[in-house]
């Protein structure tokens, strides 16, 4: 003779009562994706957080080094650097330039790094979507 332990009811008893473990779900094989090649896409957007932040830290390096400068150093914000311009007002209007190479980066990473993984990707996508729709 076996002994059967009792069924549970799907209800609890008492509220504080602990949740019934689920039973386990039989595991299946996914089919291989043809598309998405994982070291590919990791190395994409490696190559994209790089282009982010080094355009992001030229122009708010150069924005926090002038407020930094502006708050802890005004003798060298007042100093006068030629035909009594103040260095401040100089180093304020450098912003914009500073700003338009933060693009020029930006834009030079994308054409040199990303835009040719990208265009790969995207290659290697449209082959195996053929190869797919070949089967």
């Known amino acids: 003779m076996s002994y059967d332990p009792p069924h549970q009811p799907s209800y609890l008893t008492y509220p504080w009562q602990p949740q019934p473990p689920e039973p386990p779900r039989p595991h ?3 089919p291989r994706e043809l598309l998405g090649h994982h070291s590919d896409l990791r190395v994409l957007r490696g190559a994209y957080r790089w282009q982010r932040r080094t355009a992001t830290l030229t122009a708010l390096g150069y924005f926090t080094l002038f ?6 150093a005004p003798h060298v914000m007042t ?19 500073v700003t338009w190479l933060a693009i020029a980066l930006y834009e030079h990473t994308a ?15 449209e082959l195996d979507a053929r190869r797919g729709a070949a089967r």
């Open 67 to 72: 407020l930094v400068l502006s708050a802890f």
């Open 111 to 125: 054409r040199r790094h990303v835009d040719p993984l990208a265009d790969r990707i995207r290659k290697e996508a």
């Open 28 to 30: 299946r094989a996914r």
């Open 79 to 97: 100093r006068t650097v030629a035909d009594g311009i103040p260095a401040g007002l100089l180093l304020a209007l450098l912003q914009l330039p």
